[in-house]
Nanobody, 123 residues
Protein backbone atom coordinates (compact mmCIF):
# COMPACT_ATOMS: atom_id res chain seq x y z
CA UNK A 1 0.00 0.00 0.00
CA UNK A 2 1.25 3.47 -0.90
CA UNK A 3 -0.06 6.78 0.38
CA UNK A 4 0.65 9.96 -1.55
CA UNK A 5 0.51 13.43 -0.03
CA UNK A 6 0.87 16.51 -2.23
CA UNK A 7 1.97 19.95 -1.12
CA UNK A 8 3.15 23.21 -2.63
CA UNK A 9 0.06 24.48 -4.38
CA UNK A 10 -1.16 28.04 -4.07
CA UNK A 11 -1.95 31.31 -5.82
CA UNK A 12 0.60 32.81 -8.19
CA UNK A 13 0.61 35.49 -10.86
CA UNK A 14 1.02 34.61 -14.51
CA UNK A 15 4.68 34.13 -15.32
CA UNK A 16 5.47 32.96 -11.82
CA UNK A 17 6.66 29.61 -10.52
CA UNK A 18 5.56 26.95 -8.08
CA UNK A 19 7.06 23.68 -6.96
CA UNK A 20 4.77 20.82 -6.07
CA UNK A 21 5.92 17.93 -3.92
CA UNK A 22 4.44 14.49 -3.49
CA UNK A 23 5.63 12.45 -0.53
CA UNK A 24 5.04 8.71 -0.73
CA UNK A 25 4.79 6.32 2.19
CA UNK A 26 5.51 2.64 1.94
CA UNK A 27 8.40 0.65 0.61
CA UNK A 28 9.91 0.21 -2.83
CA UNK A 29 9.25 3.76 -4.00
CA UNK A 30 11.78 3.29 -6.79
CA UNK A 31 9.67 0.45 -8.23
CA UNK A 32 6.80 2.84 -8.93
CA UNK A 33 6.24 4.93 -11.98
CA UNK A 34 5.17 8.38 -10.73
CA UNK A 35 3.26 11.17 -12.37
CA UNK A 36 1.21 14.32 -12.08
CA UNK A 37 -2.26 14.86 -13.44
CA UNK A 38 -4.40 17.96 -13.30
CA UNK A 39 -8.09 18.73 -13.44
CA UNK A 40 -9.43 22.16 -14.25
CA UNK A 41 -13.01 23.15 -13.34
CA UNK A 42 -15.48 21.58 -15.74
CA UNK A 43 -12.80 19.57 -17.50
CA UNK A 44 -11.58 16.01 -17.40
CA UNK A 45 -8.46 15.01 -15.51
CA UNK A 46 -5.46 15.04 -17.81
CA UNK A 47 -1.91 13.79 -17.69
CA UNK A 48 0.74 16.45 -17.07
CA UNK A 49 4.02 14.56 -16.61
CA UNK A 50 5.42 11.11 -15.89
CA UNK A 51 8.75 9.97 -14.54
CA UNK A 52 10.02 6.42 -14.61
CA UNK A 53 12.15 4.88 -11.90
CA UNK A 54 15.27 6.55 -13.26
CA UNK A 55 15.08 9.99 -14.81
CA UNK A 56 13.26 9.26 -18.04
CA UNK A 57 10.29 11.57 -18.26
CA UNK A 58 7.35 12.48 -20.45
CA UNK A 59 5.42 15.74 -20.66
CA UNK A 60 2.11 16.79 -22.11
CA UNK A 61 2.57 19.24 -24.97
CA UNK A 62 0.81 21.96 -22.99
CA UNK A 63 3.54 22.02 -20.32
CA UNK A 64 6.62 20.93 -22.26
CA UNK A 65 9.49 23.36 -21.77
CA UNK A 66 7.85 24.98 -18.72
CA UNK A 67 7.39 22.13 -16.24
CA UNK A 68 10.01 19.70 -14.94
CA UNK A 69 9.26 16.47 -13.11
CA UNK A 70 11.90 14.90 -10.89
CA UNK A 71 12.13 12.32 -8.15
CA UNK A 72 14.28 11.65 -5.12
CA UNK A 73 14.11 7.93 -4.44
CA UNK A 74 15.99 8.29 -1.16
CA UNK A 75 13.34 10.73 0.10
CA UNK A 76 10.38 8.91 -1.50
CA UNK A 77 9.35 12.17 -3.11
CA UNK A 78 8.43 13.33 -6.59
CA UNK A 79 8.44 16.99 -7.59
CA UNK A 80 6.87 19.13 -10.26
CA UNK A 81 8.67 22.41 -10.91
CA UNK A 82 6.30 24.72 -12.75
CA UNK A 83 7.71 27.83 -14.42
CA UNK A 84 6.20 30.47 -16.69
CA UNK A 85 2.77 29.65 -15.32
CA UNK A 86 -0.30 30.65 -17.30
CA UNK A 87 -3.90 31.15 -16.18
CA UNK A 88 -4.80 28.00 -18.13
CA UNK A 89 -2.57 26.01 -15.75
CA UNK A 90 -5.11 26.66 -13.00
CA UNK A 91 -6.29 23.26 -11.76
CA UNK A 92 -6.16 20.76 -8.95
CA UNK A 93 -2.93 18.83 -9.37
CA UNK A 94 -2.86 15.17 -8.39
CA UNK A 95 0.10 12.90 -7.79
CA UNK A 96 -0.32 9.30 -8.93
CA UNK A 97 1.66 6.08 -8.91
CA UNK A 98 1.60 2.72 -10.57
CA UNK A 99 3.94 -0.25 -10.75
CA UNK A 100 6.75 0.09 -13.29
CA UNK A 101 5.61 -3.28 -14.67
CA UNK A 102 2.73 -1.39 -16.31
CA UNK A 103 5.28 0.46 -18.49
CA UNK A 104 3.35 3.72 -18.46
CA UNK A 105 0.97 5.70 -16.26
CA UNK A 106 -2.56 6.60 -17.23
CA UNK A 107 -5.71 7.63 -15.40
CA UNK A 108 -7.02 4.09 -15.79
CA UNK A 109 -3.99 2.17 -14.57
CA UNK A 110 -2.93 4.46 -11.72
CA UNK A 111 -2.97 2.39 -8.53
CA UNK A 112 -2.60 5.22 -6.04
CA UNK A 113 -3.70 8.84 -5.96
CA UNK A 114 -2.99 11.77 -3.72
CA UNK A 115 -5.72 14.07 -2.45
CA UNK A 116 -4.77 16.88 -4.81
CA UNK A 117 -3.40 20.39 -4.37
CA UNK A 118 -4.92 23.54 -5.84
CA UNK A 119 -2.88 25.71 -8.18
CA UNK A 120 -4.39 29.04 -9.19
CA UNK A 121 -2.68 31.34 -11.69
CA UNK A 122 -4.01 34.88 -11.89
CA UNK A 123 -3.72 37.01 -15.00
Amino acid sequence: QVQLVESGGGLVQAGGSLRLSCAASGRSFSSYLMGWFRQAPGKERELTAIIWSGSTSYYADSVKGRFTISRDNAQNTVYLQMNSLKPEDTAVYYCAATSVSRLTLTIRNAEYWGQGTQVTVSS
